[in-house]
C-alpha cells in the first residue's frame, strides 16, 4: 500500500527497556518527522531528517535516537524508555513545499 | 508562550451550524498555513492548505489566513457528525527545514 506505515501500532514497554518504533513511507519524501501527542502538549517535534544519513533535533530529542539509512525509512528508539515518554508517536514526510503527511501513529505504554 | 495558539475548545454544535476555528500566532516568516483533521486513533489528515494572506474554499470547508493580523481560520458550513473531530491548524516558514509548527487542537463534536 503507498503511504506511511508505522510499526507497531501498540506497545506495552517496561522502565529501561529499549523500544524501536519504526516508520516507513512509499513515496520517496526527502524530509521525514518524528513527533509525539500529549494532551495539553499537542504535537511536538522529535527529530527529522532532510535526507538519507542526515537527521536533526527537535523540540523535544532527549531520551530519543535516531538513524536514517534509507530514504524509506526512519525508525525511532528509546534507548532507555522512561514513563514520561508514555505517548502516541507520529511519523510523518513531506517533500518541500508540500504539507506533512502523518502515519496513524504507535501508542507506547511504558510501565 | 506559545509560537502557535490555538482556540482551545471544546466546541459542540448542531448539525447545520456554521463552524469557526480560529489559530493566532507570533512568528513572522510563517508563510504556509495548514488545517489538519484528527479522528480518533488516527494520524492527522490534511485538509486544508493555504500559501500566505487569502481566502481558500473547498466543498464546505473555508481557510482565512491574515498574516497582518497574525490570525488564521477555518469555517466550516453545513457541519455534519461526520465532521467530529480534532481539528489542527499548522505552519511553517519557507527557511526553516520544512517544520511545521502545530496549534494544540480543537476538539469539535456536531450533534445529530
Known amino acids: 500500500d503507498a503511504g506511511i506505515t508505522q510499526s507497531p501500532r501498540y506497545k506495552i514497554t517496561e522502565t529501561g527497556r529499549q523500544v524501536t518504533l519504526m516508520c516507513h513511507q512509499t513515496?520517496?519524501?526527502?524530509?521525514m518527522f518524528w513527533y509525539r501527542q500529549d494532551l495539553g502538549h499537542g504535537l511536538r517535534l522529535i527529530y527529522y531528517?532532510?535526507?538519507?544519513?542526515?537527521?536533526d533535533k527537535g523540540e523535544v530529542p532527549d531520551g530519543y535516537v535516531v538513524s536514517r539509512s534509507k530514504t524509506e525509512n526512519f525508525p525511532l528508539t528509546l534507548e532507555s524508555a522512561t514513563r514520561s515518554q508514555t505517548s502516541v508517536y507520529f511519523c510523518?514526510?513531506?517533500?518541500?513545499?508540500?504539507?506533512?503527511?502523518f502515519g496513524n501513529g504507535t501508542r507506547l505504554t511504558v510501565t | 508562550q506559545k509560537e502557535v495558539e490555538q482556540d482551545p475548545g471544546p466546541l459542540s454544535v448542531p448539525e447545520g451550524a456554521i463552524v469557526s476555528l480560529n489559530c493566532t500566532y507570533s512568528n513572522s516568516a510563517f508563510q504556509y498555513f495548514m488545517w489538519y483533521r484528527q479522528y480518533s486513533r488516527k494520524g492527522p489528515e490534511l485538509l486544508m492548505y493555504?500559501?500566505?494572506?487569502g481566502n481558500k474554499e473547498d466543498g464546505r470547508f473555508t481557510a482565512q489566513v491574515d498574516k497582518s493580523s497574525k490570525y488564521i481560520s477555518l469555517f466550516i458550513r453545513d457541519s455534519q457528525p461526520s465532521d467530529s473531530a480534532t481539528y489542527l491548524c499548522a505552519m511553517s516558514a519557507r527557511t526553516n527545514a520544512g517544520k511545521s509548527t502545530f496549534g494544540d487542537g480543537t476538539t469539535l463534536t456536531v450533534k445529530p
Open positions: 510523518a514526510s513531506r517533500d518541500r513545499p508540500s504539507p506533512l503527511h
Open positions: 513515496w520517496s519524501h526527502s524530509y
Open positions: 493555504t500559501y500566505s494572506s
Open positions: 531528517s532532510a535526507a538519507a544519513d542526515i537527521t
